[in-house]
């Protein structure tokens, strides 16, 4: 296992630098970085601001992906900047990676900087009555674990999780629902540490008190069936859900494609999104 632990974030890692090569913050965004919303290390979080709309600001908050393994605020930063300029106050942040933290420390690391941003909310200026929240691949998972956990009685076991703010809308992006793919199995049992798998499984808990879901797969997308597979779900529940499968016939339309902000395809999926949340404003 740690050996592809090691594989995972050498591969990713190199993905995300040649595709993030030659970047730079832009000039409308204010940053504040590295805020702390706990003692570890990796508990911390940017909030990338917009010039261009008065306080307080509508919030996404973002949960990153990385085979519950790798990733972090600095390997997303310009991702979600490009979610602020789109008119969002935009939360990045890191949280404890597996397998050094298994289960449940993002979880919980999720939950402590919801409490943060509630505790906070009037220094940093931001719109309690309007947050969102977003996560692609295994975030995608970890922001419907923490529904689960925050909308479903027979999942949530954790004094951690608390109900200040409400969640007007999300975006499920390239997720991991079911983890029929070998690797997925490998990463998710990293994750898990001593705990069983049904504990973080996600199709049976999903209920009707989850908020309006933005659905997002596309055509190369390696997780494409686990997105029909709750889309399915989300409607059986009768969940207001828009789907989106992105694809093209002069190119591969591959895993988490809109991360990748000088692609043409990955702008109007990321437009797509923000104008989502905005018919909540």
């Avoid at 805020?35 to 306080?55: A, F, H, S, W």
Wanted: overall charge negative; hydrophobic content about 40%; charged content about 25%.
């Amino acid at each position: 296992m740690a050996n592809l632990v090691e594989t995972i974030r050498k591969r990713f890692g190199d993905i995300d630098t040649k595709r993030d090569e030659g970047l730079t913050s832009p000039r409308d965004i204010t940053r504040l970085d590295d805020i702390r919303y706990g003692e570890d290390p990796m508990q911390v979080l940017d909030l990338y601001l917009p010039q261009n709309i008065t306080p307080p600001d509508p919030v996404i908050v973002h949960v990153h992906g990385g085979g519950w393994v790798y990733g972090d605020k600095d390997r997303y930063q310009h991702y979600c900047m490009s979610l602020a300029r789109r008119g969002f106050a935009v939360v990045n942040f890191s949280y404890r990676l597996a397998p050094e933290h298994t289960y449940p420390a993002s979880l919980e690391d999720t939950a402590l900087v919801m409490d943060y941003l509630y505790k906070n909310a009037a220094m940093l200026h931001l719109d309690l009555h309007h947050v969102f929240m977003a996560g692609d691949s295994a975030g995608a998972h970890l922001l419907c674990d923490y529904l689960n956990a925050r909308t479903n009685p027979a999942h949530n076991q954790f004094a951690f999780i608390h109900q200040d703010i409400k969640i007007k809308a999300i975006s499920l992006n390239c997720g991991a629902y079911m983890f029929a793919d070998d690797q997925s199995k490998q990463l998710i049992t990293c994750m898990l540490g001593d705990h069983d798998i049904q504990e973080v499984e996600i199709l049976s808990y999903v209920n009707s008190d989850y908020p309006p879901v933005h659905l997002v797969t596309c055509q190369d997308d390696f997780l494409r069936n686990d997105a029909k597979a709750l889309l399915n779900v989300l409607i059986d529940k009768h969940i207001p859900t828009t789907f989106h499968y992105y694809t093209s016939k002069e190119r591969d339309v591959l895993h988490c494609f809109f991360l990748n902000i000088k692609d043409p395809l990955g702008w109007r999926a990321n437009e797509d999104l923000c104008n989502y949340f905005k018919t909540f404003l």
